[in-house]
């Protein structure tokens, strides 16, 4: 296997552990992913740049919440993560940004699911609208045509903006594909009865 099959393999197996994950917990479902759905998990930032994301997908409730992951399947510390998580932080602000300038808020929430923690001294602070607004600011204000960043924006953004940290060892206790079905009859949180 060559390096780069090496590397997308490690990214299917971390979206794969995403999902898994996520919708073990019966509130999410992600049916599509970038490896075969790539046109529906793109959104469109200010710029008129595209951004894929790994998987897309819903939140269940009242209505459904829109959902887009971008899993990071890192397993040693270190690496581009940190760097990478800025401009996950600049994307869900300008896509949030292009959705009200275009008069329709979609509601969408911005998931980062990693098997490897980072910027642990800043942890508590990763999803601030302060962190949102210095990764447009100081990393990457491609994403902003005109340059100018709304608080408002900022405040909806970040709010709808998570980190999470799935680790391999997490799998021995999610359900399975059975119990999860057989859960998903008795709760009927994706409404099917």
């Not at 040693?76 to 959705?99: C, H, M, P, R």
């Amino acid at each position: 296997m060559s390096a780069a099959e090496t590397v997308q393999q490690k990214g299917i197996d971390g979206a794969d552990l995403a999902k898994r994950w996520l919708e073990s917990t019966t509130w999410i479902e992600l049916p599509f992913d970038a490896y075969h759905n790539a046109p529906i998990c793109t959104l469109m930032r200010l710029d008129g740049k595209k951004k894929v994301y790994d998987l897309f997908g819903w939140i269940h409730g009242s209505p459904k919440t829109p959902l887009y992951i971008e899993s990071k399947g890192y397993d040693s510390v270190g690496g581009k993560q940190a760097k990478e998580f800025w401009e996950f932080l600049a994307n869900a602000y300008s896509i949030t940004a292009k959705d009200l300038k275009d008069g329709e808020d979609a509601l969408r929430e911005f998931w980062w699911i990693t098997r490897m923690p980072f910027s642990s001294t800043d942890w508590a602070d990763l999803t601030t609208a302060e962190r949102m607004k210095t990764a447009l600011e100081e990393h990457h204000s491609e994403v902003l045509p005109d340059g100018d960043i709304d608080v408002d924006t900022l405040a909806t953004a970040a709010a709808r903006v998570e980190v999470f940290v799935v680790n391999r060892r997490q799998e021995d206790f999610m359900l399975t594909a059975q119990e999860l079905a057989l859960v998903e009859s008795t709760l009927n949180r994706k409404g099917m009865k």
